[in-house]
T-cell receptor, first 112, second 115 residues
Framework: QQQVKQSPQSLIVQKGGISIINCAYE??????FPWYQQFPGKGPALLIA?????SEKKEGRFTISFNKSAKQFSLHIMDSQPGDSATYFC???????????FGTGTRLTIIP | NAGVMQNPRHLVRRRGQEARLRCSPM?????VYWYRQLPEEGLKFMVY????????ESGMPKERFSAEFPKEGPSILRIQQVVRGDSAAYFC?????????????FGSGTQLSVL
């Protein structure tokens, strides 16, 4: 049973545009929602994370929007740059349980 | 301050052989996690270990797979009698303590190819 569904599978955005990746979860016990960025041949690296006590978190060009009632959260990348081209994974976990449940990933390509 | 070190980066095995994957956590980290990533899929949790203890192995296949994190030395993920379906990228992550996902760091992974 896939507990975190991620879309789209791939995304092409023009330089300077906004990249939006969406995730939906099923387990209402999840209380930590990170986004990871992965470049080819590398491990995932934590990009930004949110807890359900806030609806939005912004760090530089990266913003997470969180909708608790809909059980959805999304990553917005403003002013997308070619260096943002990577695979992005959403994930979820429960405090006290260290397992991360990952989405299936979105391959983002930023074109000039 | 070195990050999470995994070796080898690439490992090729023939069906029926054993694969041993090593993970050295970041300095000061005593909690290790193993994840498996199949092509075009997200990472799947396998096992969580502390020094000399397996805390959660709910994601480990029941047969052929084992993991350890000895008092001295790296954590080892061992796959016996490998099959083609074991071909995947295996990632190790470490954290300084329990329930600190904000301080979870991943290694660059070991790509296992089974011929």
């Amino acid at each position: 049973q896939q507990q975190v569904k991620q879309s789209p599978q791939s995304l092409i955005v023009q330089k300077g545009g906004i990249s939006i990746i969406n995730c939906a979860y099923e387990n209402t016990a999840f209380d930590y929602f990170p986004w990871y960025q992965q470049f080819p041949g590398k491990g995932p690296a934590l990009l930004i994370a949110i807890r359900p006590d806030v609806s939005e978190k912004k760090e530089g060009r990266f913003t997470i929007s969180f909708n608790k009632s809909a059980k959805q959260f999304s990553l917005h990348i403003m002013d997308s740059q070619p260096g943002d081209s990577a695979t992005y994974f959403c994930a979820a976990s429960i405090t006290g349980n260290e397992k991360l449940t990952f989405g299936t990933g979105t391959r983002l390509t930023i074109i000039p | 301050n070195a990050g999470v070190m995994q070796n080898p980066r690439h490992l090729v095995r023939r069906r029926g052989q054993e694969a041993r994957l090593r993970c050295s956590p970041m300095k000061g980290h005593s909690h290790v996690y193993w994840y498996r990533q199949l092509p075009e899929e997200g990472l799947k949790f396998m096992v969580y270990l502390q020094k000399e203890n397996i805390i959660d192995e709910s994601g480990m296949p029941k047969e052929r797979f084992s993991a350890e994190f000895p008092k001295e030395g790296p954590s080892i993920l061992r796959i016996q009698q490998v099959v083609r379906g074991d071909s995947a990228a295996y990632f190790c992550a470490s954290s300084p303590s329990r329930a600190t996902n904000e301080k979870l760091f991943f290694g660059s992974g070991t790509q296992l190819s089974v011929l």
